[in-house]
């Protein structure tokens, strides 16, 4: 078994504060906090009171939110030292779900994360491809990938892409993220 050195390392991992607190607007098209199915009709949030939404893809380009996780601080239960030995593995878990119409692509999400030094490079990106869940609609899939943290790392940034594939909303849901170091 894993030994758990963090927490959830995310704020506002499940859209509860206003304002996509802690998320950073990335994309062109904005995400939105979907309450109680507002966005679409019957698709609610995972738990809580609100989710992310893909939101309205008037460009056609995906919408993004992007959190960057500060690893360096030594106030996470483990040390640059830890990481630079290679041992270290970033666990990333979320739910998801798709708004699905027989006449219309349905649209998908997918989870990137970048493994950051301190000079803000990129060491690696990993990403868990698009994902379109298949629980009948609506209805939420878990995703849990882990990935080997690089030799340098010192944050992460984790990236939620609302992926736009037909229509003219990104009818893609998100809900309790979490990026954990085991």
Not at 66 to 71: D, I, R, S, T
């Amino acid at each position: 078994t894993a030994t758990i050195f963090s927490a959830n390392l995310l704020i506002n991992p499940g859209a509860e504060l206003p304002l996509l607190t802690g998320w950073m607007q990335t994309g062109m098209s904005p995400v939105i906090r979907d309450k109680d199915g507002t966005f679409n009709s019957g698709y609610s949030q995972h738990t809580g009171a609100a989710c992310f939404a893909g939101g309205y893809g008037l460009t056609g380009a995906p919408s993004r939110l992007l959190q960057n996780v500060n690893l360096s601080d030594g106030s996470r239960g483990f040390s640059t030292i830890d990481i630079d030995n290679g041992r270290l593995v970033a666990e990333v878990s979320f739910y998801y779900q798709n708004w699905y119409n027989f006449w219309v692509a349905t649209d998908a999400v997918k989870v990137s994360i970048a493994f950051r030094s301190a000079a803000n490079t990129a060491l690696a990106t990993r990403t868990t491809g698009s994902l379109i869940c298949t629980a009948w609609s609506p209805g939420w899939c878990y995703q849990n990938v882990s990935y080997t943290i690089p030799t340098g790392t010192r944050s992460i940034d984790y990236t939620m892409i609302f992926v736009l594939n037909g229509g003219i909303n990104i009818d893609s849901y998100v809900d309790d993220n979490s990026l954990r170091i085991v």
